[in-house]
């Protein structure tokens, strides 16, 4: 969040003009009136964002963001000229500048630019979170099929072709994706995930390409949508397939051409993003339901990835345990604990339907809950319904045994949806979907029993 805002401006008016309306959105604000004391401010005084004219005696707009740069590296800088040029304009973003102003500029000018200034600043704490996120998985591979996808994954990273990776829920499909971002040329640059399953339908088109003010009700000021946030770097549309269909056409028009228009604008905006996609689904029979598109789906699978479930790869599960362990024990204080052998062979044999994500869970579960210096078998809060594979399961497609695994833990869950959904980690909408198919295909499954 902005909190304290320095404002330099030599012509007393602007300078009440911009403090004041500040100061209205609750920022800390700390008014001057030459760079040379914006600059003195900035040698005693850190700053969220600094508002400066260009043109001011003695020191210039200029002078005061170099000053920035190099004094306060994370602090925002919004010059403001009466005599801007597009070279002066593109000059200053050179030297680090966030935003170009030209005046006289309106209030609703002046607000709509903090908006995206915090916007900005959330996204970098949230890339930091990504960042850390993706060192800490520190993607675990001893099994064969895992250690052939690491050894692609720099190749993959280097290059700019959309990704598309597969995998059920949990499989740390979110992780590989922030590798790719981390190993590749846009690191420096935003890395922008939308969770396509966990936004509102009716929201996601002003998600995706932000809004102008008054676009629709309730949209006061002007939004920026994840495209354009992404300018420059990675894109990452998880869970892609739950995108409704009547807005895939235009998010491949704009995959494809780099170009959209907000929602309620007129002028059409172009970016330089790369783009990632995950699915927990089944693309070839999302395809043939009619749920995805099959030319989005081709624009966005230029390279795959598929992950395997955690129960195909269980030569990751017991150093995954460990690494999660430490983790854990490092973020909550504790010393290290040890995995019994017992233990070892309980975390083996289940089959894990939560895959990593589960894992992760139960680990943590045990760091926080259990005092004991080790892990013995009785520590680990596993499903016992779930404690071994059925034998039913032999002889199905993976699909069956999908269908199966869902109504199975629907019906022990007693119907509930929500409980059903966080246990086979999946979201809400997923299983709806996943519901709402097997009606279509077996009308004997109603919703008495859904």
Request: aromatic share 6%; glycine share 6%.
């Amino acid at each position: 969040m902005i909190e304290k805002v320095l404002v330099a401006d030599d012509e007393p008016l602007m300078l009440r003009f911009m403090s004041d309306l500040l100061r209205r959105q609750g920022k800390d604000v700390t008014a001057v009136e030459n760079g040379a004391l914006a600059i003195q401010k900035l040698e005693s005084e850190s700053f969220d964002l600094v508002v400066t004219d260009v043109k001011m005696p003695v020191k210039t707009g200029l002078d005061v963001l170099k000053a920035v740069k190099t004094l306060h590296p994370g602090c925002l800088v919004v010059l403001a000229s009466a005599h801007g040029t597009v070279e002066s304009a593109v000059d200053a973003m050179k030297l680090g500048a966030f935003h170009y102003l030209l005046k006289p500029f309106s209030p609703e000018a002046l607000e709509g630019l903090l908006v995206k200034c915090e916007e900005h600043l959330q996204l970098v704490k949230e890339n930091g979170f990504y960042r850390e996120n993706a060192k800490g998985a520190r993607l675990i591979a001893h099994s064969p099929a895992m250690k052939k996808i690491l050894s692609q994954l720099e190749k993959i990273a280097k290059a700019q072709a959309s990704v598309f990776i597969t995998g059920e829920s949990g499989t740390g499909k979110e992780v590989i994706a922030g590798a790719i971002h981390e190993l590749s040329t846009r690191a420096p640059f935003p890395f922008i995930k939308v969770n396509c399953a966990a936004i509102p339908e009716t929201l996601l088109e002003s998600e995706f390409f932000g809004h102008e003010k008054g676009a629709f009700t309730g949209a006061h000021m002007r939004k920026i949508g994840r495209f354009e946030l992404a300018d420059k770097g990675t894109l990452l549309l998880d869970e892609v397939t739950e995108i409704p269909l009547s807005l895939q056409p235009k998010l491949l028009r704009a995959i494809q051409e780099l170009e959209f228009e907000r929602v309620g604008g007129t002028r059409p905006l172009q970016v330089n993003v790369r783009f990632l996609a995950t699915s927990n689904r089944n693309m070839q029979e999302a395809i043939e339901n009619k749920v995805f598109r099959e030319d989005l789906f081709y624009r966005l699978n230029v390279v795959p990835i598929h992950l395997p479930p955690l129960r195909e790869r269980n030569e990751d599960i017991l150093p995954l345990a460990e690494s999660f362990l430490e983790r854990f024990c490092l973020e909550n204080h504790k010393p290290l604990k040890q995995i019994t052998p017992q233990a070892q062979k309980k975390l083996l044999q289940y089959p894990w339907p939560g895959n990593v994500r589960e894992l992760a869970n139960v680990i943590e579960r045990c760091v926080v809950l259990d005092f004991d210096p080790s892990i013995d078998a009785d520590h680990l809060y596993l499903d016992s319904s779930l404690a071994a594979p059925k034998a039913s399961y032999r002889g199905m497609t993976l699909h069956e045994m999908e269908k199966q695994l869902i109504l199975e833990t629907l019906t022990a869950n007693h119907n509930n949806r929500t409980k059903t959904a966080e246990l086979l980690g999946i979201s809400i909408r997923t299983l709806r979907n996943k519901l709402h198919e097997y009606e279509e295909i077996d009308p004997t499954h109603s919703d008495e029993r859904m």
